[in-house]
């Protein structure tokens, strides 16, 4: 048996998140089933995070054990063959037997993607649309009070299923190109709907609605209601995953 590190991408519009859910169709599942029928045999398949339903991925990892012995071009071009349209893997290799696709994993990047003007039906899909252009100034002043380790309680939703809710980020930026918007954060983890609150509150801020400080209210806190909206999943991306 060896372990393999799967890279994959996914859009996340058609499934109700990454992990396996009772009567729910979800990208591992959908991934469990195409390798059954690649290799011949079950396999237990453990992915680097969870995703919410309707968010995207440009790099999820995974890892399995297995014993085939099919090149990687042709194990790719195999299992790929198989998956639906929406779901690629973009890299397949061997690893160390003590690695893990989740534990292994140092931090990630999430990128939340906005747009302005005149609904665009493209857009729509992967892009949360808003009704004016906010002040990314104001906005990258409160994506600079996130930087460094503090308490993101009430950043996050009831629904978490941790207690630790402290966590590092160390990057966080706001960027403008055309009419489009894009919050782009790094942490060492995220809490459940983390990124859409974030994302949503610095929108906030640039609407003129929050404080740019706002952040330091909510640290202190860790009340939920202060922060701004979860804003939707389809423009929410994982980006990458560092390790």
């Known amino acids: 048996m060896k372990r393999v590190l799967l890279c994959l991408a996914f859009d996340g519009?058609?499934?109700?998140?990454?992990?396996?859910?009772?009567?729910?169709?979800?990208?591992?599942?959908?991934?469990?089933?195409?390798?059954?029928?690649?290799?011949?045999?079950?396999?237990?398949?453990?992915?680097?995070?969870?995703?919410?339903?309707?968010?995207?991925?440009?790099?999820?990892?995974?890892?399995?054990?297995?014993a085939d012995n099919i090149p990687r071009e042709a194990f790719l071009k195999g299992l790929n063959s198989i998956l639906p349209n929406d779901i690629a893997v973009i890299d397949y290799r061997e690893v160390d037997k003590n690695f893990h696709a989740r534990y292994s994993a140092k931090g990630k990047r999430y990128v939340y993607g906005m747009y302005y003007g005149d609904k665009e039906p493209f857009d729509e899909r992967y892009y949360y649309r808003i009704d004016s252009i906010p002040d990314i100034r104001s906005m990258n002043e409160f994506a600079a009070t996130l930087i460094g380790e503090h308490d993101f309680q009430g950043f996050s939703s009831s629904g978490r299923s941790v207690e630790n809710t402290i966590r590092n980020v160390n990057e966080c930026v706001v960027t403008h190109a055309g009419n489009k918007v894009y919050f782009s954060i790094s942490a060492n983890g995220f809490l459940y709907n983390m990124v859409r609150i974030l994302a949503g509150t610095a929108l906030a801020v640039g609407l003129g609605k929050l404080p740019s400080r706002i952040a330091n209210s909510v640290f202190n806190d860790k009340n939920r209601s202060l922060a701004g909206d979860t804003l939707p999943p389809h423009g929410l991306f994982l980006e990458e995953v560092f390790y």
């Open 13 to 66: 519009t058609n499934y109700h998140g990454w992990q396996f859910q009772p009567n729910a169709v979800t990208v591992q599942s959908i991934l469990n089933e195409s390798l059954e029928k690649l290799l011949g045999v079950p396999t237990n398949i453990t992915g680097c995070s969870r995703t919410d339903a309707g968010v995207h991925a440009k790099q999820f990892f995974c890892h399995i054990d297995c």
